[in-house]
């Protein structure tokens, strides 16, 4: 998947930076369907320049809980889908945590045997309207 921050692309739109200075990673990530949020290694988030705006109380799977920062307005690009999220920053990670509110908001199902993400929907209509 692709993150960058998307205030350097909406500068980069206006023509207020030149495309190449948009601050990108193209990063692999863990789906973790149990997780509700985005999270990203510390050292990603200070590589693609993102401000930090209040923090999130997050527990782990050991019982653990700890306050992080929340990193803002990342946009995340995967296959033809993106869209701009949230993240909690992680000092202790290695590569990103994909959490169900991205999952949902591109409407992504985990195929377990290929070991991938898909669209739900074969058509790949994101949004259903009656």
Request: proline content about 5%.
């Amino acid at each position: 998947m692709q993150l960058a921050n998307d205030e350097d692309l909406v500068r980069a739109e206006a023509g207020d930076l030149p495309r190449e200075q948009v601050r990108q990673e193209h990063v692999r990530g863990v789906v973790d369907s149990g997780a509700t949020r985005l999270v990203i290694p510390e050292a990603l988030a200070q590589r693609l320049g993102l401000k930090t705006a209040g923090t999130a109380r997050v527990r782990y799977a050991d019982g653990r809980s700890a306050d992080r920062p929340i990193a803002r307005r990342i946009h995340l690009t995967y296959g033809d889908r993106s869209s701009v999220f949230n993240a909690i920053v992680e000092p202790q990670r290695h590569s990103a945590l994909i959490g169900a509110i991205v999952l949902e908001d591109l409407d992504l199902v985990v195929d377990c045997t290929g070991q991938r993400l898909v669209p739900r929907d074969p058509k790949q209509i994101i949004s259903e309207v009656e």
